[in-house]
Each structure stands twice: as C-alpha cells, then as structure tokens.
C-alpha cells in the first residue's frame, strides 16, 4: 500500500495551491479519503474527507469555503484543492485511506503560507 502526496511548497497568503495523493495497492474506489494536516506543535486535524461510494465531502469549519477535495477513481488520486490561503494554514498536509479496519497514512508534505 501506498499513498504519494505531491503540491506541496511555499506561498504567498492569498494564494492556491492543490495537493495531490496517488494511491496504490488497495481499491481505492472503496475507500474514504481524508486530508489531514499537523502544525508545529500542533496534533494532527482532519482537514475534509470525500466518501469512495458518492463522493460526499465534508470539511472541517476552518476550512469551508477555501478548501476543496475531490477524487478521480479512474487515476486512484485525491486531490485538495486549497485557496485563500493563510499563515495559520502552515502545516504538514497528510493523505489517509479508511475503509473499516483499513487505515493507511502517506508520508505528508508541507505547506508553507508566508510573505
């Protein structure tokens, strides 16, 4: 099993960046996906999660509004789609699969919101 982030970097407040999480050795389509994030310090937070059996998304409330994921089953990613960002926003960005008994963690990328 394994799940890859990738889009992470430094940005200005204000701006976008989208994350990606390519994932690989499990059905992915039956899997929620969760994009957590840890800031220094800080214990790790639910950031949103789509579901693998109609794509419903749920966001934490900080998050409502700037954020969005999203998934393509056909290229076993999850992607979160992240606007207007903010200094508070800086954090390690971790991809998570769950599925019953079923967790897997990708190695997390980093976000950087700074002028």
């Known amino acids: 099993v394994q799940l890859v982030e990738s889009g992470g970097g430094l940005v200005q407040p204000g701006g976008s960046l989208r994350l990606s999480c390519a994932a690989s050795?499990?059905?992915?389509?039956?899997?929620?996906m969760n994009w957590y994030r840890q800031a220094p310090g800080k214990g790790r937070e639910l950031v949103a999660t789509?579901?693998?059996?109609?794509?419903?998304?749920t966001y934490a409330d900080s998050m409502k509004g700037r954020f969005t994921i999203s998934r393509d089953n056909a290229k076993n990613t999850v992607y979160l789609q992240m606007d207007s960002l903010k200094p508070e926003d800086t954090a390690v960005y971790y991809c998570?699969?769950?599925?019953?008994?079923?967790?897997?963690w990708g190695q997390g990328t980093q976000v950087t919101v700074s002028s």
């Open positions: 789509i579901t693998g059996a109609d794509d419903l998304t």
């Open positions: 998570n699969a769950r599925r019953s008994l079923y967790n897997y």
């Open positions: 050795g499990f059905t992915f389509s039956r899997f929620a």
